[in-house]
């Protein structure tokens, strides 16, 4: 009799667990009187000499940031409150930076390397759905003279500046306002720094693929996701957890009968 009543229990507390989508809905009412509404949350601060670390294969980049302090300028855009201002940083890869001529780059003057490095942002958020748009409205302009001209083909998303014929988008870094870095495949080689075309080696293929031809094709899906699909994608998962774990036990307390 007490088994049963345990099944019971265990059972009816399955049914009581909310579905996995409202434990996450934010719009749940507050469970205790708040005494005003809360204010807008402050922007998350982003360090971006940290997250240009953490994040992956921008060592070279940081590097120059930092040697021209041109990683300051950013810095104070991402820093902003005001969501009119923002920044948001084109970062191409290490492998990037190794496949322009060592010597095109080390020429340079500091006040070049300083307009390179500026050319690498825009001063404002400029989230990846904004990105076609951009496509058909006209060059993004950057920090520097140098504006970008951005393509979308079927979500493949392509910068180009002076001498750079087709730096890939390849993916989101980041991108909550005010900050948004992306990945590029290329340097963008602007004219106003190089007055003659730097020699740049072929980009290395993004990934190997058992057919080179059909790779090109098939990643045309775009590699650069909002970060927030893997998040919701887990609390899904952890909620699934929580109500298989119930079915569990109460198959458990059943046995036990
Ligand atoms: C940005 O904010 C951080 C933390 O508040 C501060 O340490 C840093 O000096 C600021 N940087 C700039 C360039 O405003
Ligand atoms: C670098 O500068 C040297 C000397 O000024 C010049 O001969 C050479 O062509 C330059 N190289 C590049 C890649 O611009």
Do not use: L
């Given at each position: 009799m007490e088994l049963k009543l345990a099944v019971l229990a265990v059972a009816t507390l399955c049914l009581a667990l909310p579905p996995p989508r409202a434990a996450l809905s934010q719009g749940a009412p507050p469970l205790v009187e708040t005494p005003a509404p809360a204010p807008?949350?402050?922007?998350h601060h982003v360090d971006l000499a940290d997250l240009l670390s953490l994040a992956g294969p921008y060592g070279t980049f940081r590097g120059y940031l930092t040697r021209t302090d041109v990683l300051r300028t950013f810095q104070g855009r991402a820093n902003a409150?005001?969501?009119q201002q923002g920044v948001t940083v084109f970062a191409p890869e290490d492998s990037a930076f190794a496949a322009v001529d060592a010597a095109a780059l080390s020429n340079l003057t500091a006040d070049q390397l300083r307009t390179l490095m500026l050319?690498?942002?825009?001063p404002r958020y400029l989230p990846l759905s904004s990105f076609a748009a951009l496509a058909a409205s006209g060059p993004v302009h950057t920090f520097a003279e140098c504006a970008l001209d951005v393509t979308d083909a079927a979500g493949r998303i392509r910068v180009a500046s002076g001498w750079t014929r087709a730096a890939r988008l390849?993916?989101?870094?980041y991108s909550t306002p005010p900050v948004a870095v992306y990945a590029l495949d290329r340097v963008l080689l602007p004219r106003q720094v190089f007055p003659t075309e730097p020699t740049v080696a072929p980009v290395p293929a993004p990934s190997p693929a058992p057919a080179a031809r059909g790779a090109d094709a098939t990643?045309?899906?775009?590699?650069?996701?909002?970060?927030?699909a893997n998040k919701s994608l887990s609390c899904g998962v952890s909620a699934g957890h929580v109500l298989v774990g119930c079915l569990v036990a109460t198959v458990f307390a059943f046995l036990m009968m």
């Open positions: 807008a949350p402050a922007p409150t005001d969501q050319c690498h942002a825009a390849v993916s989101s870094v990643d045309a899906a775009p590699a650069a996701t909002e970060r927030g």
